[in-house]
């Protein structure tokens, strides 16, 4: 596999980005990594915002460990539906994370119903648990995105843009690339590139402005729930639009429907709904 990575309207040139390394001759997934560094960030910012609104952070530290048990797990298994047409023949497939695999979706529903089993244990309202969480989320999509970065996955389709990436076509999946691409392969010292969306990037400057907003108006709402309903509707926007320059999506079966966009814009449908319902029983009292 050829390891370059450019940006070149950035005169941006990564020369060596591995994948893995190795530790006493053990593998070691730069995705897992990343995964890792963005569950951390999105703790410690969940932290930071139970301090600040007077709540028991050990509180989260707690649900913290149950997000990463059964997050991933959700995240997994909403793939697996997703793409069931291939696990139901690979049935010893489903649960190798090594494999590759995960949705963020799956793993935003698992840790919903996570936050219900845990408001029932500890005797918090939901509501507040996900005002508190949802910026740590949002921090950890923003580190978890350059995930994949170093996978050389989850780009879009051709580009000619500011932004467009370069990869070597030995470094990517072959159903991911399209005829446009090919009609547009560039080749540097022998190597072929396609030029694509970086919708990696794309989502994690996105996360970045709306974790921002949502830190700035953190104290400006009128009813628990409203920072988790402002996260739904910014991220529900930004995945609709960057959902449909990707190459790889998830269809809803027997369809020509992205899953994440249908998702996407009942997550932004429902949040509005409940923001102006909430704002209007604020009001009246």
Partial sequence: MDYQIYFPHLGIYFEHVIKSFSIGGFSIAVYGVTMAMALLCGLLVTNLRAKETKQNSDHYFDLFICFILFGFLGARLYYVACTWSYYREHLNQILNFRGGGIAIYGGLIA??????????????????????????????????????????EAFGGYTDGLLAMQLPVSAVRSSEITQT??????????????????????????????LLLLF??????????????RYLIGYGLGRFWIESLRTDQLWIPGTQIPISMAVSAAAVTGALIAVIIGRRKAAKT
């Fill in 111 to 152: 840790g919903i119903i996570v936050v219900l089993f845990f408001s029932r244990r500890k005797k918090m309202p939901v509501p507040v648990i996900l005002d508190t969480v949802v910026m740590g989320v949002c921090a950890g999509q923003i580190i978890g995105r350059w995930g994949n970065f170093f996978n050389r």
């Fill in 181 to 210: 691409m090919l009609d547009h392969i560039v080749t540097i010292n022998g190597v072929d590139f396609i030029q694509v969306h970086p919708t990696f990037l794309y989502e994690g400057l996105w996360n970045l402005v709306l």
């Fill in 216 to 229: 700035l108006f953190r104290n400006k709402t009128a009813f628990h729930g409203e920072i988790f309903c």
